[in-house]
């Protein structure tokens, strides 16, 4: 019988190197490998979790959804059901009232669409222009003069808006003449575009009448040229012709020398033609201090101007009489003692195109007017 310490050692080999190395190996394969299970495990844990989430999810949408449809279909029903009960109960009401609700309704919208095609359609600021849209309705006539009306006068506003105080008095002027000699006098319409100049000597810039300027005691509003017309022949004398807000002076047209200074209250009236000619006779008051050498009988290219000027003078002064004027083919001039009759007559001078007066007798001028014919 063999003993149990000599088999023990004869079977135990003490362990070599390479095989501590290679049972290492193995059990870090292991350990690696359980590792790899275990995240596999704990990724498949996540992905049924999140599945299990996005599925309750999911259903608490679907279940909200049908509850949102639920309360709109009630809330349609319900508005549905409550305009019927509305209509069943005012249906009298709105049979009885709906031809006016339909008129009214259709005459808004008429208006409506005329004022913005009127809007789209208005004519130019020009105050001249006399273009205005068409009226698309009967019924609307009086409302579509009114408007022309108001349009007229506001785009006339705007255009004296824009008028200095120079060119305001000039327009005042114009203003003044139409009303003077509108269809009254044949020279007039020729006058309307030619613009009042006023100075048309440049007396304060000319030095042939400086001296002239300094002896005027107030401002020249007006310096022309004029004849004078001689009673005894008929024939004129240049005289210049200056004009102030206090006087009328006659002067020298070589020398500058003042001839005849006529205060303005000494004027009763200016007389002239209906015709297309420059003649006016100024008329003094009788008993006056200028009314000594009678009255005097002008003609001037600038008739409209001095006239219109002249009566404004009487207008805007409060302590003087207006200009009477006096529209007529026929009128007394008083030259000193005598008095003498201005007739005129249409025709063609023997002399052409252009007005020529003659002394008839001693107690008449003839003056003959070209026809405008």
Request: proline share 4%; charged share 30%; glycine share 4%.
């Amino acid at each position: 019988m063999t003993s149990p310490l000599l088999f023990t050692h004869v079977d135990v080999v003490p362990p070599t190197v390479s095989s501590l190395w290679t049972s290492s190996v193995v059990s870090r394969r292991r350990e690696l490998r359980q590792l790899k299970e275990a995240a596999r495990n704990k990724h498949a844990v996540s992905v049924i979790w999140a599945g299990w989430q996005g599925t309750k999810a999911r259903r608490e949408l679907r279940r909200l959804k049908e509850e949102a449809r639920r309360k709109h279909a009630v809330a349609v029903i319900w508005a549905y059901w409550q305009g019927l009960k509305i209509r069943r109960e005012y249906r009298k009401f709105f049979r009885a009232n709906a031809g006016r609700k339909i008129y009214d309704f259709t005459i808004q919208r008429i208006m409506q669409k005329y004022f913005l095609g009127l809007k789209s359609t208005l004519p130019s600021m020009s105050p001249v222009d006399k273009n205005w849209p068409a009226r698309p309705y009967l019924f609307l006539g009086g409302v579509h003069s009114e408007l022309r009306r108001i349009f007229h006068l506001w785009r006339c506003k705007k255009y004296r808006s824009k008028f200095t105080e120079e060119k305001k008095a000039v327009y005042e002027e114009k203003l003044e003449a139409s009303e003077i000699f509108k269809d009254k006098k044949a020279l007039y319409p020729s006058s309307v575009s030619q613009p009042f100049k006023g100075d048309y000597l440049e007396i304060n810039k000319n030095p042939k009448y400086q001296k002239l300027s300094i002896a005027m005691e107030d401002k020249v509003l007006l310096a022309d040229v004029v004849n004078k017309i001689n009673r005894a022949n008929g024939k004129g004398t240049a005289r210049l012709f200056l004009l102030t807000k206090n006087s009328v002076v006659l002067a020298d047209q070589k020398t500058g020398q003042v001839k005849a200074s006529v205060p303005l209250p000494d004027l009763s009236s200016v007389s002239v033609s209906t015709q297309s000619d420059g003649f006016f006779a100024l008329k003094l008051k009788e008993g006056s201090a200028s009314a000594v050498k009678g009255d005097f009988l002008l003609s001037s290219e600038h008739l409209i101007e001095i006239i219109t000027k002249m009566h404004r003078m009487g207008t805007t002064a409060s302590d003087r009489e207006q200009l009477d004027i006096d529209i007529s083919d026929e009128f007394l001039v008083q030259f000193k003692h005598d008095k003498v009759c201005v007739k005129f007559i249409p025709g063609v001078p023997k002399n052409g195109n252009s007005v020529s007066c003659k002394r008839k007798n001693n107690r008449l001028l003839e003056v003959s007017v070209p026809s405008t014919a």
